[in-house]
T-cell receptor, first 113, second 113 residues
Framework: DSGVTQTPKHLITATGQRVTLRCSPRSGDLSVYWYQQSLDQGLQFLIQYYNGEERAKGNILERFSAQQFPDLHSELNLSSLELGDSALYFC????????????FGNGTRLTVT | DAKTTQPNSMESNEEEPVHLPCNHSTISGTDYIHWYRQLPSQGPEYVIHGLTSNVNNRMASLAIAEDRKSSTLILHRATLRDAAVYYCILRPRSIQGAQKLVFGQGTRLTINP
C-alpha cells in the first residue's frame, strides 16, 4: 500500500460529460502529480502541484484542469470528454526534497462511451 | 528531458538473478537515475535510485557505470511477483521545483517458473 488514495476506482461516463477524479496524498507529502496511461501512449505526465501551487505542466489538454487544496488533496477535472480520454489516471505524491521518490496510487480507470 | 534506452522485453527464470540494462548517454551531472516498476493493474512502484555510487535496498541493487552513461538494475533472486514493466528514468535534481518523472516504454520482464 503506497498510502496514496484515489477515488473512484472506476468511472464510466458518456462523451461530452465532465468528471472529477480525487487524490489524497501520503501524509506529509506536499507534491502531487497526475499521470494518464492509455494503451497506445504509455504513462504521460499531466501536471504537478506543490503545496497548492502549480509547479510543472506536461501534456495536459485545455479541457483538463487540476488543483490542490489547503489540506493537500488534489482533484483532476476532465470536461467535454471524448472517447480518446478513456485511460487510467494515476496520482502520485512525494515529499519535498531532491530526488525523493514518487508514490503512486492504484489509479482511476475512466471509460468514456 | 534526457532520454533513456531500454530493451523492450527480457525473460528470466525464477530464483535466478536478473540484470536489466539502461543506457543514458546524454545524462547530465545533476540527473538522478530512478527505477520504477509497474505490476499488472497497479500504479508504478518505486524501486531504487542513485546518482553516482552503486546503491542497494531490500528490493534490488543499482549498478551505475563510472561515466554514468549506463546503469543496471539487479534483482538478485527473481520471483514470479517480479514480473512487471521496469522503467529507467532520469530525474533532474531540483529543490522544491518541478520533480516530474518522464516515463519511457520500459522493459517488460517475464519470469518463468
Amino acid at each position: 500500500d503506497s498510502g496514496v488514495t484515489q477515488t473512484p476506482k472506476h468511472l464510466i461516463t458518456a462523451t461530452g460529460q465532465r468528471v472529477t477524479l480525487r487524490c489524497s496524498p501520503r501524509s506529509g507529502d506536499l507534491s502531487v502529480y497526475w499521470y494518464q496511461q492509455s494503451l497506445d501512449q504509455g504513462l504521460q505526465f499531466l501536471i504537478q502541484y506543490y503545496n497548492g501551487e502549480e509547479r510543472a505542466k506536461g501534456n495536459i489538454l485545455e479541457r483538463f484542469s487540476a488543483q490542490q487544496f489547503p489540506d493537500l488533496h488534489s482533484e483532476l477535472n476532465l470536461s467535454s470528454l471524448e472517447l480518446g480520454d478513456s485511460a487510467l489516471y494515476f496520482c502520485a505524491s512525494s515529499v519535498a526534497g531532491v530526488g525523493s521518490p514518487l508514490h503512486f496510487g492504484n489509479g482511476t480507470r475512466l471509460t468514456v462511451t | 528531458d534526457a532520454k533513456t534506452t531500454q530493451p523492450n522485453s527480457m525473460e528470466s527464470n525464477e530464483e535466478e538473478p536478473v540484470h536489466l540494462p539502461c543506457n543514458h548517454s546524454t545524462i547530465s551531472g545533476t540527473d538522478y537515475i530512478h527505477w520504477y516498476r509497474q505490476l499488472p493493474s497497479q500504479g508504478p512502484e518505486y524501486v531504487i535510485h542513485g546518482l553516482t555510487s552503486n546503491v542497494n535496498n531490500r528490493m534490488a541493487s543499482l549498478a551505475i557505470a563510472e561515466d554514468r552513461k549506463s546503469s543496471t538494475l539487479i534483482l538478485h533472486r527473481a520471483t514470479l511477483r517480479d514480473a512487471a514493466v521496469y522503467y529507467c528514468i532520469l530525474r533532474p535534481r531540483s529543490i522544491q521545483g518541478a520533480q516530474k518523472l518522464v516515463f519511457g516504454q520500459g522493459t517488460r520482464l517475464t519470469i518463468n517458473p
